[in-house]
């Protein structure tokens, strides 16, 4: 049952806190200092008493007392991120970008690539009638491939910590305790014993890692291609010793299955 709005009021007031205000918090496991702007009404994740996730994902959660919360109505401006929860309208601000929501503890990397892919679309619609210049092309495709690098290692990150939390109580699950995914096949043998396979949740795998071989020339090589990049890729638009070819709809799509493999790890090993 869900805390009566009676406690709920008591509990805040007990605290010299207020509902629809704000509040600083500290973790008591990893120390990270938040801030949170307390709902009008108990969540339905209240159950007999104000629960909270730590935001930075430390793993620790506990009640509200636990978290020295101090009176701050408004939310400071020294924090990395902010966030409203989509589900609960929950506002919060934490140090950081993937964060775990403190209402729900559902973690926000879904919503951090979802931000991105309506960007690139945004910027598909504009190509129509101005066109999208090589330089923003390759600036876009630079950010799409560390965008998705930083957010699967940080769910991998997360995933492991909640296995150790979990202890033996979690299902055997053979993850990689570091990976980078800029090297989308090194990552996917990695992530193999685990029973995830990348290549199956993306519409063409083949094109998305040519993509990603692209950012490559794109950073190590000035953007001419080389003998290299035609061996690892087959691209037979590819003339060595011209830069590589790249559009804007080939960042776009692979963005849309970067995006895919972002909820897909998500629901396997977070969810």
């Not at 990395?80 to 589900?87: K, M, W, Y």
């Amino acid at each position: 049952m869900c805390l009566s709005l009676e406690d709920y009021h008591s509990t805040l007031s007990a605290l010299n806190l207020k509902p629809k205000e704000g509040a600083l918090l500290k973790c008591s496991g990893c120390h990270a200092q938040w801030w949170v702007r307390l709902p009008e009404k108990p969540l339905i994740y209240f159950q007999e008493s104000v629960i909270l996730s730590c935001p930075v994902a430390c793993g620790y959660f506990g009640e509200l007392a636990q978290f020295n919360p101090v009176y701050e109505p408004e939310r400071p401006s020294h924090f990395d991120s902010f966030h409203i929860c989509r589900r609960c309208g929950v506002e919060y601000a934490a140090n950081g970008v993937v964060l775990r929501r403190p209402c729900c503890a559902i973690e926000t990397p879904r919503e951090i690539m979802l931000e991105f892919v309506q960007l690139l679309h945004s910027k598909a619609e504009q190509s129509a009638s101005q066109a999208v210049g090589r330089d923003e092309i390759e600036s876009l495709l630079e950010r799409l491939v560390r965008t998705f690098d930083g957010l699967m290692r940080r769910m991998l990150e997360i995933a492991n910590k909640n296995l150790v939390l979990l202890g033996s109580d979690a299902p055997p699950i053979y993850l990689p305790q570091t990976s980078s995914f800029q090297n989308l096949a090194g990552a996917r043998d990695r992530l193999l014993p685990s029973g995830w396979d990348m290549e199956a949740e993306v519409a063409d795998w083949p094109q998305l890692t040519s993509l990603f071989q692209k950012r490559h020339v794109l950073s190590h090589r000035l953007g001419v291609v080389d003998q290299e990049y035609v061996k690892k890729t087959g691209d037979a638009s590819a003339v060595v010793g011209k830069k590589v070819p790249l559009t804007l709809a080939e960042v776009v799509a692979g963005a849309e299955d970067c995006q895919k493999l972002v909820n897909g790890f998500f629901g396997m090993f977070l969810s």
